[in-house]
């Protein structure tokens, strides 16, 4: 039996080494010409109740921690004024360690047979061609077919219409990511701001967020709740120009905060945030199915890339448990897959009106401090 997974994410890149591990053979097809064709996004913390088990799964645990940075889950949450509102050192005792994304990603990408990966083979059209088999055609003219399809390709999923009609909505809330380099020395301020770990400035409708990522630079998330057409009259190229317009949303913030805008050494880029409705599901389809974000795309709150693994993890024993029986197999992974989503889709909503909504920092901090 053929099986293709589309996406050469962490979710996809999982699933393909556990059936590995376990003497199974799949082939991903990723967009993206290359393994460094573009960056792969800031730090994760990966959780030890469902993100490190899949790894361990993968038989890569051990390798994992060797990657992890040291001393990142530190947090603080701090007032628009720089006053410190919550201030958490990373003693060591913490469950989430953090892991540059592309490290990991890599990590995946070595434990995976030569040629298991196919790279620059962007998916244009999905379509069934009897018997559970499912055609895939390619933006550059070729196409394959394929025994069982598994859809890791996020978002914007192009295997998501074989199963549901959803598609995700705008939650109203945009992210403005920026990137401060060599900060200890350039930026000390900002670096001071932020701490070893975390930092979170948030107020009702807005905020800024940043990480202390490896080789000493500080990763830059400026929340704004506004339509997504506010960014229209915005030229994100001129750099200066752009930063110094957002920035205005913060006027008034101590200056070691605003500079974490307005000192970007990158121009900044728009990162809108979607939604799949909460409790998506689809009823069965013969012999496709979804993981990740195609599955189950929800506000961020920290979980995202740990459900993909999770779910990666789920589908792949499935598939181990019923080798001669593939719709039992995805049967009962997406009765595990609805059950989880949806409980995660819903704690995901409420999490980020505590993080973004009408009574941050208050239910922030209370939530941070179990004091709910």
Not at 77 to 83: E, I, K
Not at 333 to 347: H, P, T
Not at 351 to 360: I, L, N, Q, V, Y
Request: aromatic letters at 6%; glycine letters at 10%; hydrophobic letters at 40%.
């Amino acid at each position: 039996m053929s099986i293709t997974i589309i996406g050469a994410g962490l979710g996809g890149l999982t699933l393909a080494r556990i059936l590995h591990v376990n003497g199974i053979a799949a082939t991903v097809y990723e967009a993206e010409a290359s393994p460094t064709a573009r960056t792969q996004g800031g730090l994760l913390d990966v959780h030890e109740h469902n993100g490190q088990p899949a790894l361990a799964a993968a038989g890569l645990l051990e390798q994992f921690r060797d990657l992890v940075l040291q001393g990142r889950e530190a947090l603080r949450v701090l007032a628009p004024d720089g006053t410190v509102l919550l201030d958490e050192p990373d003693d060591g005792t913490g469950t989430r360690p953090e892991i540059q994304r592309a490290d990991l990603r890599r990590l995946l990408l070595d434990s995976l047979p030569e040629g298991t990966v196919r790279w620059g083979h962007k998916v244009t059209g999905v379509r069934a061609v009897g018997q559970g088999r499912h055609e895939v055609s390619f933006a550059d003219g070729s196409s394959i077919v394929t025994d069982l399809l598994v859809g890791a390709d996020g978002a914007w999923s192009r295997v998501r219409p074989l199963v549901s009609e959803s598609t995700p909505d705008y939650v109203g809330t945009t992210f403005v990511e920026t990137y401060l380099f060599d900060a200890d020395t350039r930026h000390p301020a900002a670096t001071k701001a932020v701490g070893d770990g975390a930092l979170m400035a948030p107020v009702p409708g807005k905020g800024i967020q940043a990480h202390r990522e490896s080789g000493d630079t500080l990763h830059t998330y400026v929340s704004l709740s506004v339509a997504q057409d506010w960014f229209d009259g915005i030229d994100l190229t001129d750099t200066a120009a752009a930063t110094a317009r957002i920035a205005r949303e913060f006027h008034g913030w101590a200056p070691e905060l605003t500079a974490l805008i307005t000192d970007t050494d990158t121009a900044p880029v728009l990162r809108p945030l979607f939604a799949l409705p909460i409790g998506h599901r689809w009823a069965r389809v013969p012999r496709v199915t979804l993981l990740g974000d195609a599955a189950h795309l929800s506000p961020p709150n920290g979980e995202g890339a740990n459900l993909a693994l999770l779910d990666a993890a789920d589908l792949a024993h499935a598939l181990v448990r019923h080798p001669d029986n593939p719709e039992a197999a995805l049967t009962e992974y997406e009765q595990i897959l609805f059950a989880r989503s949806a409980e995660e889709a819903d704690e995901a909503a409420r999490d980020f009106e505590r993080c973004f909504g009408a009574s941050t920092p208050e239910s922030l901090l209370a939530l941070l401090t179990g004091a709910e």
